[in-house]
Every structure is written in structure tokens, then in C-alpha cells.
């Protein structure tokens, strides 16, 4: 029943490794986030797909490269992890379409430090 | 402009008093605006939203209002619970046509019993 699910929930690795978070949602909405949330709490959008599409690249190192399989799924790849990495990443979907409600839905997280 | 890492700010409420929690948005053309609950351990959750051509929208024990002018946003929550302690963020999204969506920097509410 779950809307928006990530794996894994939690995720420790060395500094140097590549590693996968992987979104998956129900909704069947068009669009779909990857933010990362610091130690203050603060959200940052990183990356956001529509209908497969790239359409939101901030400012994020290319280690990181987000993939979308198909619309109802976004993956974060994160080659040669930092310390700095290590933070909550949060999985969120909308539908865009005009008159629709455009709220965001937020998975649970994947918690990943870098050792 | 967008916020930066502040310290978060808490705000410490009685178990069945009022909580209001505010918020400063930074783009005058956003015309969607979402609260946001997050529990530890936990992703955010939608409270309550409100469009631009809305000032105020209540839902069960919570109303939002909205004041386009100082782009002033205020989450009121009735009859405080323990349930209520969390930490709570508002969004803001740009003009139709932006897929972004803007969080604020939050506020932790602490019910005390």
C-alpha cells in the first residue's frame, strides 16, 4: 500500500564506493524528486523527472546521476561517496497537470553515511 | 532567495494550547504552498495546502494563512497534542509551469504534557 517506498532504508559504506538508492511509487504520478536533507534539517531539492524526463539539475556534484527507468520509478547512483554524502535522501512524487493537486508525497528516506 | 543550513528554531507549546508556526517565503510569484509534518525517523507529510487566491484554508485542527503582501505563511494548530511534536516545514512552488518546490528552513514544535 505504500505510496512512495525507497531502498534501502538505511545504507553505511566506505568513502570511495558506488552505491544505488532506488524510489518507487504508486500514485501514478508524472513527476518525481530526489532531495537531500542535512544534519539541520534543511530539505534541498537535488534532481526531478517528468514523464522520464530531466527537468530539475541543481547544483549537485556528477557523482551523483539520477535515472528514471519509467515513470513510476527514480534511482540515485552516487559514484566515489564523500563524507560530506552522508545525509537523508528523501524520494518525493507530484502530479504536475494543471487543476490537479500538485502536493509532493515523500517517501520514508534512506539514511546513508559515509564511513 | 533560497534558504540556507540555519540552526533549526523550536518552539516549546503546553499539551492543549494553540501552536502557531511561521513562515517567509521568498518568491512573491509562488502560487502554491504546502505544509509539511516530519516525524523523527520519517519523511514529510502533507498537512494542508493553500493556493495564492486563497488567504486562509482549514482542515481538522489545523488552518493555514496565507499574506501575499509580506509573503507570510502561518501553520495554526487547535488543542496542541504530543502527537503534534515534530518538525514542520513549508514549501513554496513557483508559477504554473515549475516543477520546484521550495522548502523553508522548519521549525521543531516540542509539546510539553
Known amino acids: 500500500d505504500t505510496a512512495v517506498s525507497q531502498t534501502p532504508k538505511y545504507l553505511v559504506t566506505q568513502m570511495g564506493n558506488d552505491k544505488s538508492i532506488k524510489c518507487e511509487q504508486n500514485?501514478?504520478?508524472?513527476?518525481m524528486y530526489w532531495y537531500k536533507q542535512d544534519s539541520k534539517k534543511f530539505l534541498k531539492i537535488m534532481f526531478s523527472?517528468?514523464?522520464?524526463?530531466?527537468?530539475i539539475n541543481e547544483t549537485v556534484p556528477n557523482r551523483f546521476s539520477p535515472k528514471s527507468p519509467d515513470k513510476a520509478h527514480l534511482n540515485l547512483h552516487i559514484n566515489s561517496l564523500e563524507l560530506g554524502d552522508s545525509a537523508v535522501y528523501f524520494c518525493a512524487s507530484s502530479q504536475t497537470s494543471t487543476g490537479i493537486q500538485e502536493t509532493q508525497y515523500f517517501g520514508p528516506g534512506t539514511r546513508l553515511l559515509v564511513l | 532567495g533560497e534558504s540556507v543550513g540555519l540552526h533549526l528554531p523550536t518552539l516549546s507549546v503546553q499539551e492543549g494550547d494553540n501552536s502557531i508556526i511561521n513562515c517567509a517565503y521568498s518568491?512573491?510569484?509562488?502560487?502554491?504552498f504546502i505544509w509539511y509534518k516530519q516525524e523523527s525517523g520519517k519523511g514529510p507529510q502533507f498537512i494542508i495546502d493553500?493556493?495564492?487566491?486563497?488567504d486562509k484554508r482549514q482542515g481538522q485542527r489545523v488552518t493555514v494563512l496565507l499574506n501575499k503582501t509580506v509573503k507570510h505563511l502561518s501553520l495554526q494548530i487547535a488543542a496542541t497534542q504530543p502527537g503534534d511534536s515534530a518538525v514542520y516545514f513549508c514549501a513554496e512552488k513557483g508559477a504554473s509551469g515549475t516543477y520546484k518546490y521550495i522548502f523553508g528552513t522548519g521549525t521543531r514544535l516540542k509539546v510539553l504534557a
Open positions: 518568491n512573491s510569484a509562488s502560487d502554491y
Open positions: 493553500i493556493r495564492s487566491n486563497m
Open positions: 523527472y517528468n514523464n522520464k524526463e530531466l527537468i
Open positions: 500514485l501514478g504520478h508524472d513527476t
